[in-house]
């Protein structure tokens, strides 16, 4: 049978950064072009404001900004709606909004894509639904989804081996801790990361762990925490206190659950620890007076331990 | 003999500070003056004074050390050996006057902070975020809408006996809240040793939240200048708060210790004052990320150029 070639537009927002070479091989053994928004600049974040309402997470508004670049390149647009990755945990409010903010704001052709492990729908049955929606069987889309899985492990893998061997480094190492979609943006966390790189401080980023044996670390500072991806981050904390000389957690101005989470871990994890808040005024020089005066701190205690 | 000497330059949203200080970490002369928006005016006037105080001395300045929000422009105009942040600045300057400090209160224009040491080195540090509330400028513009000059408030909160309560959460909401003081009638001094009280709660809840303040205790900046906020201060702590005279210098004292650590041995020139020095700002159109690109000129000689994010912006 001879489909029509069809392009699925990607925002390189949000989510992406967590599931990018999962969803990319999917559509990949299914032979179905990807289209990227390019990297976060000045101009998407401006397209994105103008859209979304002020409340919105810095990372919200960028993500629109990134729908919007890719709005006459695509036939479809990947948007998730991740509501919980694991019974009685939710993501964040912005995750089961996602779908309809963008449903609303663009009136585009999405992609059906719904996880809510509540109302028993997990992942698979999700891209499962996704290729159906598309065209593809029952068989080819859980081929193409295992096919998938195999591959994003794999490289997992690969990133905790590559991370792994930065810990051994005689440099001064510190843990950029915060969602994916902060830390690997261009201009939420690339002015810290730009700014560590010029002092000679390894990076060692909190989305890289191994969960295996990171999972569940969080319980030792509390016994119940709402939020999966959240979790995700304590864990990664907590996984590496011990091979690393600080922490600095990266959010977003005004996340909600990162504004109570990081103010448990800094009261609760012994480590130097600070937490920066990133919205569209942040000015570098103020980043860099407290990225500097922390590794100073932690250069001070060094020397003096 | 020509005694070796060292220039520390902070450079503050409202004032400029800078200091010479001998081999013993001692301040031989000071200058302090408002920035008054324009920063390299103010440095060069600083510098000015310094070299006026300086005559028929026979001194040599071996280091230029710049720290503050403008430390970057000043630190590429005067051609400085070190420059640092105002975190690291402040605590080198406040352990070489109190060596056991433990917490250091910093409030000035625009920027809060608190400073806990442990042993004479920093263990952790918080400053203000998103808004400039509870600081200098604050009770600067109070000041205006009471009409009293911000040097008289500290006397007139003295008097006070019963300060009103003042929600100092915002800006916005404290001169509302203040205006209905005002108006219910309320005594003037009341109301300004409200304002000191305000500062201090607003310092305590947001900067210093969730830190330990433990003795002794060092305020400076700009508004310990401000006897009203001290006295709110001990109130609230119920701790002797210690106020070196010089401590709005401190910031200048340790970049210039900073500075005397790590000098080249190049003699520093006065004949900067003289020179013509002007900034431009542009916007890099390389690419769509618009960074704001700053080039200072020297004589007209492109001499630093910074905002860029990638090398491109300096082509």
Known sequence: MEREAIAVGIPKALLYYNYHVLWEHFFYVLGIDLVYSKASDKEILENGKSYAIDEACLALKMYLGHVYYLLDKVDYILVPRIVSLRKHEKTCTNFYALYDIVNNLFKTKIIHYNIDADSHINERKAFIKMGKELGFSRTTSAYAYKKAKRVAKRNARHRLIKQSKLLESPKMKILLAGHPYNLHDNLIGGPIVNILNKLDIEIIYSDIYDDNEGKDKYKSITPHLYWTYNQDIINAILYYQDKIDGVIMVTSFPCGPDSLT??????????????????????????????????????????HE | MIKECYLGIDVGSISTKGVIIDKNNKIIHSSYLWTEGNPMEAVKRVINNLENDLECTNIAIMGVGVTGSARRLIGSMVGANMVKNEITAHAVGTLSIFPDVKTIIEIGGQDSKIIILEDGIVNDYAMNTLCAAGTGAFLTS????????????????????????????????????????????YKREDIIAGLCDAVV?????????????????????????????????????????????????????????????????????FKITTEHFETKGHTCPRCPNHCELISIYKNNMLIDKWGNRCDRGLE
């Open chain 1, 262 to 303: 990081n103010e448990m871990c800094i009261r609760k994890i012994n480590k130097p620890i600070i937490n920066l808040i990133i919205d569209e005024l942040s000015s570098e020089v103020g980043l860099e007076t407290r990225i500097e005066s922390f590794v100073d701190i932690i250069k001070a205690r060094l020397n």
């Open chain 2, 201 to 269: 709660n607003n310092y305590l809840n947001n900067v210093a939240r969730g830190k330990k303040i433990k003795p002794p205790i060092v305020f400076q900046g700009g508004v310990s200048k401000n006897k009203g906020v001290i006295k709110s201060f001990e109130r609230a702590l119920n701790e002797k708060i210690y106020v070196d005279k010089q401590g709005h210098l401190m910031g200048a004292l340790g970049i210039a210790i900073l500075s005397k650590n790590n000098s080249l041995g190049k003699l520093f020139s």
């Open chain 2, 142 to 185: 109070q000041g205006k809408r009471l009409g009293i000059p911000i040097e008289k408030f500290g006397e007139i909160a003295l008097n006070s006996s019963q300060p009103v309560g003042i929600a100092a959460r915002c800006t916005v909401f404290a001169e509302s809240d203040l205006v209905h003081k005002m108006q219910a009638g």
